[in-house]
């Protein structure tokens, strides 16, 4: 409900404030925020999205819980990821190993000053890596 108030300007701050901890503190303009305020907004999202969130960490808290977080099955497709090396949550060190997972084969890419909101960062690179990796 919180997030959901004054029009979900909370969820306009979190995004403003996260891309500000990123290399690209402009990364979402005024109409960016307002369309995900608006998406927020609409009936069961903010509960959806949160609930990633919840279980990570109700997870993370009980040991007999941890085999949910470890036991993640194989990838069978080919995989690309894309990773903003200056990501302030989540580290490069977490594409370390995914190889053993992704048996279709795993291209990682890594981009330099670029943070955790990759997409809106570097909006061309995503889209052209994306069709290269796709058409192949």
Known sequence: ??????????????LRSSAARSTRER???P???DRYAEAALKPGALTAALAYYRTALRDA??????RRITAVSSISAPTL???????PALGVELTHGLEARCLG????QYVDDCGH??????????????ERFLLG
Request: aromatic fraction near 12%.
């Open 31 to 33: 109409e960016d925020l």
């Open 27 to 29: 990364a979402f303009s």
């Open 81 to 87: 990821v894309l990773w903003g090396k200056d990501d």
């Open 1 to 14: 409900r919180k997030l959901a108030a004054e029009e979900a300007d909370l969820v306009r701050r979190a």
């Open 105 to 108: 084969g795993l291209t990682v």
């Open 117 to 130: 909101f990759i997409q809106q960062e570097r909006p061309e690179l995503v889209n052209a890596s994306l």
């Open 61 to 66: 808290l009980y040991p007999w819980r941890w």
